[in-house]
């Protein structure tokens, strides 16, 4: 079993649908991340959780410490979300390790 | 404009030649490092740096070097590549336990 396990893995919605993108951790953690790989490669990041619900337009990320679990929720989606979507915990006995999901590729048809 | 910056984007070179993959912040952030990125295995850290001198291996860090003289470096050295270090490269920093800025990634290919 991975440290850091994402679900699903492929993703077909279309345009204006709610979106739900999981991740589940099986170690302690300081951090989780949520970042965003667009076609071409580069990453950005999107969200850094450590508790709680966080909110940035369309984008929620939501952590639940004690069941271990993060989702990332894309409300009214749109073809530009398409995209690879990925979780990573940093560990709570390092505060610089990272350990990655396999990612989610969502792909919002119009 | 905060920015990590890699270089080279692309490279493709032998076994065996020794390369270097630059990685520069603007940001003066503590904590800077090194992943790959390979069709179905995702992403790996290969090292990390907490800060000038202070470095620590990652899950993957065979056939790599790294060193840490400046705050704002943090170079990747190969120093005899194989084919097995094809992939896509990615430098990242931050601060503690805050927001992660990566570069544009550098895809290597040793023939």
């Known amino acids: 079993k991975n440290e850091v396990e994402q679900s699903p893995q492929n993703l077909t919605a279309q345009e204006g649908e709610f979106i739900t993108i999981n991740c589940s951790y099986s170690v302690g953690i300081s951090a989780l991340h949520w970042l965003q790989q667009h076609p071409g490669g580069g990453i950005v990041s999107l969200f850094m959780?450590?508790?709680g619900k966080k909110k940035h337009g369309r984008l929620i990320a939501t952590i639940n410490i004690q069941e271990k679990h993060s989702s990332l929720h894309i409300t009214a989606s749109h073809p530009r979300d398409s995209a690879v979507y990925i979780c990573?915990?940093?560990?709570?006995?390092?505060?610089?390790?990272?350990?990655f999901g396999e990612g989610t590729q969502l792909t919002v048809n119009p | 404009e905060a920015q990590v910056t890699q270089n080279p984007r692309y490279l493709i070179t032998v076994t065996g030649k020794k390369l270097t993959v630059t990685c520069s912040q603007n940001m003066n952030h503590e904590y800077m490092s090194w992943y790959r990125q390979d069709p179905g295995l995702g992403l790996r850290q290969i090292y990390y740096?907490?800060?000038?001198?202070?470095?620590d291996k990652g899950d993957v860090p065979e056939g790599y070097k790294v060193s840490r003289k400046e705050k704002r470096n943090f170079p990747l050295i190969l120093e005899s590549p194989s084919p097995n270090q094809t992939s896509l490269y990615f430098c990242?920093?931050?601060?503690?336990?805050?927001?992660?800025?990566f570069g544009e990634g550098s895809r290597l290919t040793v023939l």
């Open positions: 990573a915990s940093t560990r709570e006995t390092s505060g610089s390790r990272l350990t």
């Open positions: 959780l450590s508790s």
């Open positions: 990242a920093s931050t601060r503690a336990f805050g927001e992660l800025f």
């Open positions: 740096s907490m800060n000038v001198e202070v470095t």
